[in-house]
């Protein structure tokens, strides 16, 4: 399989939804020889995004805008997006250094030792901080879950990094199965701290919000894990049930203790 195979199959995990239109898309140029790196092991993939913006009056025009994006062809695991005057650079004849000129004249030196990728704990606090509703926006920028796992394979440090994110989703068995990395993750649901409810009854909600309230709750001495927080008054717990699929909810924070 050679590189231009490879890199478009990337290319299509990373941005499936993608597809060229008249008001927009993505357009993926050849790799050339310049685009891989020394060793063979990184690959900058070459493309412009086009899409729909506004001029100064307000009138609708389509735009483009060239994006270089970082392949590490060991891993699968696709960087982030690169844009700007970074994009017109070339790799260096030694090492494994992508080497640009900014419009400001600089030159700067990206060594792949030091690539900045994609991580759940990125994704995971950014959403947060955002105090957003809608976690997918965040993995868009990430270019997706599976391209996460690839940049940060599930494991024990990070492993309630995406047991939050895949709470969030809403849909954490689909999203694992049939996957080597989920698989992982689900062995990994054992290192989840254990919480008990410590009131008569501890009501289930569907949002971290006293309107969203289910017809059910838990009682004291119940054993949850916690997924997921929206401080400082809400958590997510998982409940695990015998012979049934686990129970995902919000409860009030005061409602459990360690």
Not at 14 to 21: A, F, I, S, W
Not at 23 to 45: E, K, Q
Not at 138 to 160: K, M, Q
Request: proline share 5%.
């Amino acid at each position: 399989m050679n590189i231009n195979t490879v890199s478009r199959f990337f290319l299509r995990a990373t941005v499936p939804d993608e597809t060229l239109t008249a008001d927009g898309g993505v357009i993926f140029l050849t790799v050339g020889a310049n685009a891989r790196s020394r060793d063979g092991r990184y690959v900058v993939l070459d493309l412009t995004r086009n899409g729909v913006t506004e001029t100064e009056d307000g009138k609708p025009t389509v735009g483009s805008r060239e994006f270089c994006p970082i392949l590490d062809t060991q891993t699968g695991c696709v960087a982030r997006d690169y844009t700007g005057a970074v994009c017109g650079g070339a790799w260096s004849d030694k090492d494994a250094d992508w080497q640009s000129q900014l419009d400001s004249g600089k030159k700067e030196s990206q060594s792949m030792k030091t690539l900045e990728k994609p991580t759940a704990q990125a994704v995971w606090t950014q959403f947060i901080q955002a105090k957003s509703t809608d976690i997918k926006p965040f993995l868009r920028v990430a270019l997706g879950l599976e391209n996460l796992r690839a940049c940060d394979p599930p494991n024990a440090e990070n492993a309630r990094y995406y047991e939050q994110i895949q709470a969030a989703i809403g849909d954490s068995a689909h999203s694992t199965s049939g996957h080597d990395a989920g698989g992982a993750m689900a062995a990994n649901n054992d290192l989840l701290p254990s919480w008990t409810v410590k009131v008569d009854r501890s009501w289930l909600y569907e949002r971290p919000s006293v309107g969203s309230n289910r017809h059910g709750y838990l009682i004291r001495g119940d054993h949850v894990a916690v997924i997921g927080e929206e401080r400082p008054d809400w958590v997510r717990v998982r409940y695990s049930r015998a012979g049934k699929p686990p129970l995902e909810a919000w409860l009030k924070r005061q409602d459990i203790t360690r």
